[in-house]
């Protein structure tokens, strides 16, 4: 009826209290029944910080006391899901944050023990699996800032991984590979942004579309020309290691952050620049009022599809960076449809980072941090069937978007082409 | 005295509509020039080609006795025009000061956004034209009257000289008008020009030097304001002489139509917001609800349509109880709905016009029989109270939205009064419509009356209240705090009630 509805009513903010503390005991007796009772008393789990090829200054390995550690886990989360029934914590994120951390050293500890786990290697991976993720969700947040949606994010990395790598191995050089993936980025952005932004095609019809013409037109060069001249065409090598001096010398941090290649650098670099841009520049003011309200930013003479082109363009740039990192950043040749689904993980992540460039970074980690426990704990034999840490994530973004944890507003302009 | 703007010559051409027919406009130097008519008369087309949202097809715009080419806002405002939409051009999300810069953004170390400095100056402007705002604040947090004042703030930090009000006391508490009012006059003493769109007769002759009246894309003329009567400025905007006062015999009161005992109504947040009430109406009378909107009048409306559900009371309608029932079913036993917000309750503005109006009864014979619609029916239906009710419109198959208000709100009426009713709830029946078709809804409204239905208007226009109502009744917080005979109260006496003081019995009445 009246638009109140969407604002937090103290019944329902009752409501998400008693839920939280709920949630955190029961989880607090999960914790108790699944891994306590199962983990032998006197056991240790090591987790490793140390890195074997790495630069960093050796510091001992952690060894806990497996028992020990799941039960005070246990403890914690039915403590505080106590004292927030009892008193209320205001601050959701510390609670998904409390709920996120015992589960993860719980169930780290218990599935380790009497056994290693490289801690400082798993993080290492995380980062690594979680950039192309973020670049997509860089390239969701800045497009969708300006109100137009681009789920064709997958068929630009798609497109670009194949130009990167085809333009690499051809001229001998990873950089030419790079920059051909970043300009074919642009290039696709820039017909999305043509169709949506001349002809007002609906958005998400136009992305689908690229979706499409990616995945068909890369899979027929690849099976038509890629497989038959695989060392001629398809075989580029992968950018190097870098290691920063000095600050990769720190320990389990330097290892993580400072020994990695160019693309996630500039993926770091990137998270922190478009934030600066889009808060605290002229441009980012007005790509944000574009988003919320274009007549607005019309009337005040600012001119709406500039920004909507500039925007969706650099976008794509970044998604074509992001592709670049799947052939000439981390194997070295192209196969089929090999994105699986990262792009469309980097939308989930920039919902969930609230069209923001940190926290699409930070949600983007998480995604890339599941994906490389599934690994490790593969190689641990745990008695989970690996399918099945695969899903975590991912049932956690569908309950984050049903929005039970805090709502996220796209802008509020988000996929509505603008009418003078 | 020289004349900071012309227009000389406007026309502008849409599709089928003339919407400006050679207009010719003079704004004199420090003056407040009224632009009057009624809505659909063209006053907004011409502000926007003035300020550069639509190019013109003919005529010239000389500002300071230059003519200037204006093809986007750009221009305008370095021509010294600022505008202040009807519709604010503000950002919820985003700040006072951020809304300010916007387009013309100081920057410090070359690139960084610099709030303070935007803010320093804010409060600048702020201090010498007595526009209080907090710069630091969000735009959604805001009540109405302040956003304005970021819009009047948004212009002046341009340095505009020409400032165009579109309808700007529309969405204002009568408060908030005094203030502005008072904010114009500063703005006239420190030497800038006004242009006033309005359709309300009396500001225009409490504020305007000079009055330019257009009707249906023309110029009809300009008056001096001491000349000006209400009367005879109703007569140019419509063309044709106007009732301002609503004609009607006195009330001829029977049985109890609709009966309310004791009603509490909580909101959607829960609040408490109608707060034990009672009253009834009879059948061939108007109970004229008065009140500041936002003391329970909404909610009340809602619950006795069944789209709230009541906390406790008791609603019968002709003795039978009805506060349990579904929306559906209070429609059927009789009572009609004419929503406050039509736009959003009472139509569906992307269906065309034939659909809604018959909405209510759209399951049921002649308009379906079995699962499928009767297109035949539902066309001569509408074609029937098109006609019957004087809803102007190329034809019943374009969408609602397109109808000007008072016409969206002809197709309301047009609907409910088409079937029929025992009782008739009308919220705000008239609110931001012209004179013309205000005269038309307060006529159908008298004439169901007289035809010995209940009628319980609600409104937060007293002179509204007065014209309809035979009895009135005054909330406030949630309450009722009389209810009185319509021609034993004057103004004064009310509007004391509507703030929540009760005058002694010896003064006010008449």
Known sequence: ?420 | MTNVLELRGITKRFPGVLANDKIDITLREGKILALLGENGAGKTTLMNILYGLYKPDEGQIIVHGKEVQIHEPNDAIKSGIGMVHQHFMLVPVMTVTENVMLGVELTKNGMFLDHDKVAQRIHEISNQYGLEVDPHALIKDLPVGIQQRVEIIKVLYRNANILILDEPTAVLTPQEVEGLFKILETLIKAGKSIIFITHKLKEVMSVADDISVLRLGRMVGSIDPKEATPEKLATMMVGRDVNLIVEKQPAQPKETSLEVKNLFVRDERQNLTVNGISFEVRKGEVLGVAGVQGNGQTELVYALTGLLPIDSGEVTLLGKPIHHNTPRQILESGVAHIPEDRQRHGLILSFPIHDNLMLCTYYKEPFARGVSLQQKAIFSNAEELVKQYDVRTPNIYVNAGTLSGGNQQKVIVAREFSRPIELLIASQPTRGLDVGSIEYIHKQIIKKRDEGTGVLVVSSELDEILALSDRIAVMYKGQIMDILDANKVNKEYLGLLMAGIHPSETMGKK
């Open chain 1, 1 to 420: 009826m009246t638009n109140t509805k969407t604002l937090i009513t103290p019944a329902s903010a009752k409501r998400a209290q008693i839920l939280y503390g709920v949630v955190l005991i029961v989880l607090g007796l999960l914790i108790y029944l699944l891994f306590v009772r199962t983990t032998e008393a006197g056991v240790t789990t090591t987790f490793g910080l140390n890195l074997a090829n790495a630069q960093a200054i050796k510091v001992p390995d952690l060894v806990v006391p497996a028992q020990a550690t799941v039960l005070a886990m246990a403890a914690i989360a039915i403590f505080v899901g106590a004292y927030q029934l009892a008193r209320g914590i205001p601050s959701t994120s510390t609670l998904i944050g409390v709920i996120a951390v015992t589960f993860i050293i719980a169930f780290l500890t218990w599935s380790a023990q009497d056994k290693s786990f490289s801690l400082t290697g798993m993080l290492s991976s995380s980062l690594v699996r979680a950039t192309p993720i973020a670049l997509a969700a860089l390239c969701g947040v800045i497009s969708e800032r300006s109100a137009v949606i681009n789920i064709g994010i997958e068929g630009i990395m798609l497109m670009a991984a194949q130009v990167a790598v085809v333009t690499a191995t051809v001229s001998g050089n990873l950089y030419v590979g790079l920059v051909s993936a970043i300009i074919v980025g642009g290039l696709v952005a820039a017909f999305h942004a043509y169709l949506v932004i001349h002809f007002k095609v609906d958005q998400t019809i136009s992305s689908v579309a690229i979706n499409i013409i990616g995945t068909g037109t890369t899979s027929f060069i690849s099976s038509r020309f890629l497989q038959k001249a695989t060392d001629t065409l398809n075989n580029s090598g992968t950018f190097p290691i870098i290691s920063i001096p000095v600050l990769s010398k720190i320990p389990v941090l330097g290892p993580v952050l400072f020994e990695n290649n160019i693309i996630v650098y500039l993926m770091l670099l990137l998270v922190v620049i478009m934030n600066i841009v889009i808060f605290y520049t002229p441009w980012g003011l007005r790509t944000r009022a574009v988003g919320e309200h274009p007549k607005a930013a019309d009337t005040l003479g600012v001119n709406v599809y500039l920004v909507r082109y500039v925007n969706v363009i650099i976008g794509g740039m970044i998604a074509g960076l992001g592709g670049a990192y799947f052939t000439i950043g981390s194997v070295g040749r192209f196969d089929e449809v090999m994105t699986s689904g990262k792009g469309f993980i980097g939308m989930a992540a920039m919902i969930f980072g609230k069209w923001n460039p940190i926290g699409a970074f930070t949600s983007s980690l998480i995604f890339g941090f599941a994906d490389s426990l599934q690994v490790k704990l593969q190689i641990l034999k745990v008695p989970i069937p690996s399918e099945f840490l695969l899903m975590a994530p991912y049932i956690v973004t569908m309950i984050i978007l049903t929005g039970v944890v805090g709502r996220a507003i796209p802008p509020a302009a988000d996929g509505k082409p603008y009418e003078k």
